[in-house]
């Protein structure tokens, strides 16, 4: 079997030679010793530096890798898929939430940058002027400014409070979607014939009233139901936070 030196095996795996003594210390990935002295990766080594540069880029923790590696060992892919699957969907779920809460962070971004300069007062600064007070509808008796008169390319009028609410609502009406295509500024999701299209349509027409930078196109076929969602390129990362990916 053929063996690498440690600057051989970083050139074929990415990472920096003192990652690579790192991961050796943690017991990750521990390489021969020859009578030399010196480090010898063979080929099984450097494919399970390969596959944790793959958990890095999933996000996974060195943990968790440990973990998976350990799967791996056993020589059988199930057990490993179905650990990996678990661990990627965790992150799927946790980078949703934190596009979730980015949306709700920027709307209130909007309606605070919507009503600084709609009053200036000559003196101080008062309730009114946007520098101090509350923002936007919070301001009793002021009707809310839209968000789509800012400047922001995907702005959303939707308060922000009921941005996870409704993200939580595209995933209902999307589970049942059997497939999902990528598209070139936007995602399809095809159903089946027998899918409640009337549901889809209201909360399409809901999304479109608070945020028109979503187009969406309803297609009726003879055995299936398909949903463009497309945007501009900011939105993209929007539209997958609850419409998935291909």
Known sequence: MRTYKISQAAAQTGFSESALRFYEQEGI????????????????????LRFVSRG????????????????????????????????????????QHQIAGLVEFTAQLQQAIARLGDHTPAGPCDENCGCTGATGADVPGREKIPLSATHSEIACSL??????????????VLRPGIE????????????ERDVDVRAIAE?????????????????????SVTLDITGPEPAQDLIASFAGSS
């Open 29 to 48: 990935v521990v390489p021969q010793r020859l009578d030399s002295g010196y480090r010898a990766y063979n080929d099984q080594a450097i494919e399970s």
């Open 56 to 95: 890095k880029q999933l996000g996974l923790s060195l943990e968790e890798i440990t973990e998976l590696l350990t799967l791996l060992d056993e020589e059988r892919c199930d057990p490993v898929q179905a650990r990996m699957r678990e661990m990627v969907d965790s992150r799927i779920q946790a980078s």
């Open 159 to 172: 308060e922000a409070g009921a941005v996870s609410d409704r993200i939580q609502s595209w995933r209902s």
């Open 180 to 191: 999902r295509e990528q598209l070139p500024d936007g995602i399809r999701v095809r159903f």
């Open 203 to 223: 909360l399409a027409s809901a999304e479109q009233t608070c945020c028109n930078f979503f187009d969406f196109k309803i297609g009726i076929g003879s055995d």
